[in-house]
Antibody, heavy 121, light 108 residues
Framework: QVQLVQSGAEMKKAGDSLTISCQTS????????IHWVRQAPGQRLEWVGV?????????TYAQKWQDRVAFTKDTSTNTVYLDLIKLTSDDSGTYFC?????????????WGPGTLVTVSS | SSELTQDPAVSATLGQTVRITCQGD??????ATWYLQKSGQAPMLVFS???NRPSGVSDRISGSSSGNTATLTISGVEAEDEADYYC???????????FGGGTRLTVL
């Protein structure tokens, strides 16, 4: 069955960098986009961006994040990574990865459980 | 504007029909996709496109669209329906995803 397993909670200080992972299984890794979504405490879902884990990696980032975020992938472990630099307390929240059901769509059929990130100032 | 507007909260008694709306300019051109999120859990896809409901999602959930407003309808509300409901769509570039603010459904 399809599974997305995310790395554990992170506690960081302002100015630090962050890397969280999303390891996928149960389907062909290279055929589905993976989206990242952030949810600040008590707030709405926010789209961070998307990566296509193909040989020609394609990434698109939301404008709010594009100067500080990067997505990468490891095809040997079917894992995608989110890297975020220059952390501030505003970056705190839960980060979810989600599998795109289609071809760069808004229909995401499987989600990871989320990674809680806490940034202290 | 790329924004999507949802009512922050709605309540319903058991067995009622509840409608959760999502308004935004982009919805005149694109169908909304809907997710529910229960407390402390990841979101879950419940409706997309013109009429697509994933297997395993209750057939009491349906979606519709008119003009710039998308509506998620839950018929015969049950206690398990209590959750936050989010819509999403494309922004004005057509390449980035935007979410509504979410609607918290409370079942009385």
């Amino acid at each position: 069955q399809v599974q997305l397993v995310q790395s554990g909670a992170e506690m960081k200080k302002a100015g630090d960098s962050l890397t969280i992972s999303c390891q996928t299984s149960g389907y062909t890794f290279s055929t589905h986009y993976i989206h990242w979504v952030r949810q600040a405490p008590g707030q709405r879902l926010e789209w961070v961006g998307v990566i296509h884990p193909s040989f020609s990696t394609t990434t698109t980032y939301a404008q709010k994040w594009q100067d500080r975020v990067a997505f990468t992938k490891d095809t040997s472990t079917n894992t995608v990574y989110l890297d975020l630099i220059k952390l501030t307390s505003d970056d705190s929240g839960t980060y979810f990865c989600a599998r795109d059901q289609g071809v760069y769509s808004r229909t995401w059929d499987y989600w990871g459980p989320g990674t809680l990130v806490t940034v202290s100032s | 504007s790329s924004e999507l507007t949802q009512d922050p909260a709605v309540s319903a008694t058991l067995g009622q029909t509840v409608r959760i709306t999502c308004q935004g300019d982009s919805l005149g051109s694109h169908f909304a996709t809907w997710y529910l999120q229960k407390s402390g859990q990841a979101p879950m896809l419940v409706f997309s496109g013109r009429n697509n409901r994933p297997s395993g999602v209750s057939d009491r959930i349906s979606g519709s669209s008119s003009g710039n407003t998308a509506t998620l309808t839950i018929s015969g509300v049950e206690a398990e329906d209590e959750a936050d409901y989010y819509c999403n769509s494309w922004d004005s570039s057509g390449n980035h995803v935007v979410f509504g603010g979410g609607t918290r459904l409370t079942v009385l």
